[in-house]
């Protein structure tokens, strides 16, 4: 067992099975496929998001950072922009569902757990080696199976958002004042597009 401290402290980067890998800096955090050459930083400068792809091993005098592989985030427009689109998008996309309705009757969720029980699984997936934290593939499987329920026996369990697990429907499944709502991951995925369209400035 680790304290948040230790954490904190000793992580520098992140591999996720053998396809993954996050390093973090003191204002950016790089994310790399491990053996590819290139890798893609996001850094944090000053009210400013600047993402950009990195090729690795080029000589000095190269342009390291091209124009075209550049994109930069207003974060205080970025941030308006968020509330803006979600007020405009939610209503139409965000739908409330009938629990008892038959075609759920044989689906089952992925719950997405808590802050308090995600530390604890947390540790439970994962090594520390060298300042770099592994996360186990037969370990988050194992974990996972515990966390997957029949849709219908939600009710009974303490969550306020789940993966819904059914094929060509792929959605998150949110609680609400005892409602619940689904918001499909296309239609996530279309609206982060979104977001973050409006949100770019450009490079010069």
Not at 60 to 66: A, I, L, N, V
Not at 124 to 148: C, F, Y
Request: proline residues 3%.
């Amino acid at each position: 067992m680790y304290t948040n401290k230790e954490v904190e402290k000793k992580i520098k980067k992140l591999r996720i099975f053998d396809e993954l890998l996050l390093a973090f800096g003191r204002n950016k955090i790089i994310f790399k496929q491990p053996h590819d050459e290139k890798h893609y930083t996001m850094k944090f400068l000053e009210g400013i998001l600047d993402v950009h792809e990195t090729i690795e091993g080029r000589e000095e005098f190269d342009e390291k950072y091209p124009t075209e592989g550049r994109e930069k985030f207003d974060l205080k427009k970025f941030s308006e922009v968020i509330i803006e689109t979600l007020r405009e998008e939610l209503p139409y996309i965000l739908k409330e569902i009938d629990m008892s309705d038959p075609k759920y009757m044989n689906v089952e969720v992925l719950i997405l757990p808590k802050k308090e029980r995600s530390r604890e699984l947390v540790q439970k997936v994962t090594t520390i080696k060298r300042k770099e934290m592994m996360i186990e593939e037969s370990k988050l499987v194992d974990v996972m199976k515990d966390l997957v329920v029949p849709m219908k026996d939600l009710q009974n369990c303490d969550f306020k958002a789940a993966y819904l697990l059914k094929e060509g429907e792929e959605s998150f499944l949110y609680r609400i004042n005892g409602k619940y709502f689904l918001i499909k991951l296309d239609d996530l995925d279309a609206l982060n597009k979104k977001i973050f369209e409006k949100s770019k400035m450009s490079v010069k």
